[in-house]
Structure formats: C-alpha cells, structure tokens
C-alpha cells in the first residue's frame, strides 16, 4: 500500500535528532503541536466517524486500530516516551486519564496563531480547528491544579519534565496557501508564528520548564498537495536534487531560521535552561534526494509541460507502510 508524499510527511522523521540525553531522567513529558504529534484530540473534538483517521490503515501495523493518530502505527512522540520509560501521552481530552507522567495537547490541524486571525482574513472556512498553541497552553494550565499544589511543588515537578513544543506552523502557511494567496502575504504571518511560539515557551518557562524542545517546520515546497496546487512549468521553480519547489521551501527556511533565532535569544536569557532545536526539514530534504536510501520506491519528479498525454503530473513519493515501521524503530 502506497501514500503520497503529503501523508508521508506525517511519518518522514525517521532521521529526528536531538541533543539532549536519553540518560536524562524526566518525570513527564508534555507536548504541543499539530497533527505530527496528535495521540488522539482531533477525533475527541469531531466526530470521528468522519474523519480519515477513524478508519484503517490509520493505526493498522502497532495498534490494530485507528487511534486518533495521523499514522499506520506511532509517532515521534510514542518512541520518545518508550525511550524515556514511559506510557503513550495521552491525550488531553481523553478525560478520566492519569496525567502524572505526562500529557499531550496537540490537535491535528492546529495553528500556531489564534483562528481569529484566519477568520478576519476571509479564511475560517479552511483555518477550521479552533485549538491553536494558546488554547493548548491553556489546557496545560487548567490541568496544572491536579498535578502540583503550591508554586514550590509546580517548580519542582515541572524541573524534571521534558516539553515539547512543534512542529507547529506549517497549518499557519498551508491554510492561505490552499486558499492561493500571494507568498508576500503568507510570508507575513511568519514573525506571527514566531511571537506565538516565543509566548507559549515562555509560559511553560515560568511554569517551572527547564527542558524544551522546540521543532522546526517540513520542508512545504515537498508537499504533494502544494506539488500540484503550484505545478509550474518553468523548470527554474524546482530544486533540480529534491523535485520541491523553491519559493515555498524558502518560506520554510525563513521560519526556522527565525525560530533558530528566537531560540539563540533564549538560550542568553535563561542561561539555566536547556533549548533543544528538532531539524524537521533537512531530513526531508535528505530522502527526497535519495529516496531508495531509505526504503522508498521513488522520489519526487515533476514533468512540466509536454508533447505527452499525460500533461503536466507529479509524481509524488511512494512508501510501504512495512516500510515506515521499519524506520520509525530507528528512532
């Protein structure tokens, strides 16, 4: 069974490297983001009969069974808690749960800016999931009480835990995108996911957080839904070596590059604290030039306009779901 290169993305971070130890000891693990992290708050805030993760192949090669997860099996964030000794996060909506060794509060679909912003820009109808960073923030906040009672012992417990925080942002960008707005403008609202990132870190920070990791943006210009919307003919608007289209992988350089930033101001600021940057774009960048590496059957290649009946196509990456578990156990 094959999927495109769009879902694949969900499940590309077979090279994810961090810095810090997995000798460290935590206590829990708390992480915000979207939907490459989500364990399952999307299907408890829609009907999850009508989502495409209620169904198989979603969950099929660990679980069984969908779980709520953009995945055949786990994410990033399972074989981290594994690594650290711990259950599955579950998820924060999933009421009745012990959240003492962690919890998460990611939601497919999230954006790092607030939906009000979408909405006053004519974009509600595609920006549709109201759970951005500060509603996750505030989640976080409302579960606090039931794990710490004095701002002693909320220091203490939240010191030895371990936050994660991203992927978050390529929402922000896809949802303009998909409705085709100029790249200046979209190119925007970058220093906006910036500032809501910098907010919500801060946050945890003076909740007690002395390890964060915060994650960069996927290369968008691979995507194989912005592959087809943005199908040029102009050879010059591909990366020769990846097949990705150069203008929307320069929109996501300039995010990280700014979150590398913000994270460098950081690192000056809190000079105790541990800020962890996660690559999420060169490894994509990596499989895509040499795909067979890693256990796909093609890469991506693009004809532009031909003589061939087939018109202008995308021939998007390929890869086996016995593949994806195979890699994600490297993690």
Not at 71 to 91: C, Q, T, V, Y
Not at 316 to 329: A, E, G, H, N, V
């Amino acid at each position: 069974m094959k999927l495109s290169i769009f879902i694949f993305l969900h499940f590309l971070l077979i090279f994810f490297h961090v810095t810090f130890s997995v000798s460290q000891q935590y206590s829990s693990i708390f992480n915000f983001g979207d939907s490459l992290s989500d364990t399952g708050n999307l299907p408890l805030i829609l009907n999850a009969s009508t989502l495409p993760i209620g169904s198989l192949p979603y969950g099929m090669t660990f679980f069984g069974r969908p779980t709520g997860r953009f995945s055949n099996g786990r994410l990033i964030i399972d074989f981290l808690a594994g690594a650290f000794g711990f259950p599955f996060l579950p998820p924060f909506l999933a009421r009745g749960k012990d959240f003492h060794q962690g919890a998460n509060f990611a939601v497919s679909g999230a954006t790092a800016i607030d939906i009000e912003f979408f909405q006053g820009r004519g974009l509600g109808d595609i920006a549709r999931v109201n759970q951005s960073l500060s509603v996750q923030l505030r989640w976080f906040e409302e579960l606090k009480p039931s794990l710490c009672n004095s701002t002693r012992s909320c220091k203490d417990y939240f010191s030895k835990s371990l936050f994660m925080i991203g992927e978050i942002g390529v929402n922000d960008y896809s949802t303009p995108l998909r409705a085709r707005r100029s790249l200046k403008e979209v190119r925007s609202y970058v220093p906006k996911v910036i500032e809501a990132v910098s907010t919500v870190t801060e946050r945890l920070i003076e909740n007690g957080a002395v390890d964060l990791v915060v994650a960069g943006d996927p290369p968008l210009g691979c995507f194989g839904v912005f592959l087809t919307l943005y199908m040029s003919s102009k050879k010059e608007d591909y990366d020769p070596s990846t097949g990705c289209l150069n203008k929307l992988n320069d929109l996501t350089r300039y995010h990280n590059r700014m979150l590398r930033r913000l994270l460098e101001q950081f690192r000056t600021k809190y000079a105790r604290l541990r800020f962890t940057y996660a690559d999420y774009y060169d490894p994509v960048i990596r499989l895509a030039r040499n795909p067979t590496r890693y256990g796909a059957s093609i890469g991506i290649q693009i004809k532009t306009r031909s003589s061939s009946s087939l018109g202008w196509i995308s021939r998007i990456q390929q890869w086996s779901f016995k593949s994806l578990l195979r890699r994600w156990r490297l993690i």
